[in-house]
C-alpha cells in the first residue's frame, strides 16, 4: 500500500514539472504582468489624446504583457525549446494599421515588461515602468 502512494505522490510531482520553472515563478511572473499591465493601461487611458479611443486596445495592452512573459518563461529554461519558438514566432505577421505613433511606443512598452519579467529582472521592470 506504501509503494501506491509513493507511486502516485511520483507521478503527480512528474505531471506538473516545468523543469527549472517553478509554479510559484510562473504565477508571480503572470501576476505582476497582469498588474504592470494594468498600470500601462491606466497611463494609456489617461494620457490618451486621439479622436477614437478603443477600450479594447487599453484590454490589449494588459493581455500583451502577460502573453509575452507566458511566451518568454519557457525560453529562459530550455534553450531547444528557445530555438522552436524562435522559429515559430517569425512568421507571424500583424496586419493591424496602428493610427497613432504613441500607440506603438504603449505596444512596446507591454512586450518589455512581459519580456523583463519573465527574465526574471523584476525590479527592472517595477522601475522601467514607474
Known amino acids: 500500500m506504501g509503494d501506491f502512494f509513493s507511486n502516485l505522490v511520483a507521478g503527480l510531482q512528474n505531471a506538473f514539472s516545468f523543469g527549472d520553472l517553478s509554479v ?3 504565477l508571480l511572473t503572470l501576476g505582476l504582468a497582469f498588474l504592470i499591465g494594468m498600470y ?9 489624446s486621439g479622436v477614437m479611443y ?10 500583451l504583457a502577460m502573453i509575452t512573459s507566458f511566451i518568454i518563461l519557457p525560453i529562459t529554461s530550455n534553450l531547444t525549446l528557445s530555438l522552436g519558438m524562435v522559429g515559430a514566432l517569425s512568421i507571424v505577421r500583424f496586419r493591424t ?5 504613441l500607440d506603438i511606443a504603449f505596444l512596446f512598452w507591454s512586450i518589455a515588461v512581459g519580456i ?15
Open 24 to 26: 510559484v515563478r510562473i
Open 97 to 101: 494599421a496602428i493610427k497613432e505613433p
Open 116 to 130: 523583463v519579467l519573465a527574465a526574471g529582472m523584476i525590479p527592472l521592470a517595477v522601475f522601467g515602468s514607474v
Open 40 to 48: 500601462i493601461f491606466a497611463i494609456y487611458r489617461k494620457t490618451f
Open 54 to 63: 478603443s477600450k479594447n486596445f487599453g484590454v490589449s495592452l494588459v493581455m
